[in-house]
């Protein structure tokens, strides 16, 4: 399966170095290591990696949904259908049963978190295995390109995530590539009306990055344990400090930039599991933190995050240190740029 992008009209450098670096970037994150890396941290030999199927991955992901919505929903479930609904999850995936001669039973949301880490991983690595096979040479890579540190819109960008890193001010930005899948700019332009767009935060690294370029960003491959509290849809950071403080430290880490069109924001302070969609009325949902960014003009009627995080005004109810974005329609993001770091 080959990357489908379409640059941003941005400067970039002489083809023949963005492809360098483009190649080197891609061939690090398909990378044997990694892939053993991230089975050996479920706990899984590095045979699983040959022996995963896309089938077997998406059928254990439609398991794990459906118990998901019944535990989140709150209603009492009978035992049966409790054992019923772990063992189809486990009958998918059986390496994750490890040495349990039967599938453990899944009663809560805090259970099902390693679940979804796992399920998400799995998935992740089918379409890395995808893309390694595909083999560099299919992929169209003068649409994913470097940046040249000479634009402006560059500047921008590395100042906004460099002034909201926190406690992490020594970390710093290798490379930035603009990104664009013409799939996701057709779909975007559906949703652009809601207005408030905004250029947000998402941290991955490992199978995770090499999935979301091959693929895009979607629900399915974004849910992890730590993305149930505000129900099924995609999580976003306004921060850079809160995507380094819990980005695994598998591979390259990555931090992908997307522009959300946001609409109207429902503020959320008390979990909802269950939550499908925004409330009535509303396009997307805020989690607000203890500390929050200001708000500044990127390009074009966008507004992109500025540090340095100042304490959220006191008067106001706050859930953990940094703000949350939730969206729960795929249409309302698209990929515009993917961050390295050094």
Request: net charge neutral.
């Amino acid at each position: 399966m080959a990357l489908t992008c379409q640059l941003y009209p941005m400067q970039t450098r002489h083809a023949t170095q963005a492809n360098d670096a483009t190649i080197a970037l891609l061939q690090t994150l398909v990378a044997p290591s990694v892939a053993t890396a991230e089975l050996a941290s479920l706990g899984l030999p590095a045979t699983v990696y040959h022996n995963l199927t896309g089938e077997s991955v998406t059928s254990a992901r439609r398991a794990l949904d459906c118990v998901t919505t019944r535990i989140a929903s709150g209603d009492a479930i009978p035992l049966h259908e409790l054992r019923a609904l772990s063992q189809a999850v486990y009958e998918c995936v059986p390496y994750l049963l490890h040495t349990e001669a039967s599938p453990p039973l899944v009663r809560s949301l805090l259970q099902l978190e390693h679940l979804h880490d796992a399920v998400t991983t799995l998935q992740n690595l089918v379409a890395m295995r995808t893309l390694a096979v595909a083999g560099l040479g299919a992929l169209r890579l003068q649409y994913l390109s470097p940046t040249t540190r000479h634009d402006v819109t560059y500047d921008k960008l590395v100042h906004s995530l460099e002034s909201t890193r926190g406690v992490y001010s020594r970390v710093r930005i290798a490379e930035v590539w603009a990104i664009s899948r013409p799939q996701d700019e057709a779909s975007f332009q559906q949703c652009s009306h809601l207005g408030n767009c905004q250029l947000l935060f998402y941290g991955a690294s490992g199978a995770a990055a090499a999935a979301i370029l091959n693929e895009g960003l979607h629900i399915s491959n974004s849910t992890t344990g730590d993305h149930l509290r505000y129900g099924r849809g995609m999580y976003f950071a306004n921060s850079l400090e809160k995507l380094l403080a819990r980005m695994p430290k598998l591979g390259v880490q990555c931090v992908f930039v997307v522009e959300a069109a946001l609409g109207r924001m429902h503020t959320e302070t008390e979990a909802v599991p269950h939550r499908l969609a925004p409330p009535a009325g509303f396009d997307s949902v805020l989690a607000p933190g203890a500390t929050t960014p200001s708000m500044i003009s990127f390009s074009n009627g966008i507004s992109m995050p500025q540090g340095p995080l100042r304490p959220r005004c006191r008067s106001q109810a706050a859930v953990g240190i940094h703000d949350e974005v939730i969206v729960y329609k795929e249409d309302q993001i698209r990929l515009r740029y993917l961050v390295t770091f050094k």
